[in-house]
């Protein structure tokens, strides 16, 4: 869970810092790499969220 938490603030940061990027600069790939980004992130939360819930409805023998 600590390495999903980290991963979830360097994303943060690295869609602030292309954001910024893009403010400082005015150049508009800075701003497609930021959404190109978060998009990605948001389909590895879902994916994790996904397998959180198979766990939990899936019982699993081991």
Known sequence: MLLLRLLGILTLLLVGGGVAAYLL????????????????????ALLVFALLILERVAVIPI
Request: glycine fraction near 4%; charge should be positive; avoid cysteine.
């Open 25 to 44: 600069t005015g150049n508009p790939k800075y701003v497609r790499f930021s959404w190109r980004a978060f998009r990605y992130a948001v389909m590895l």
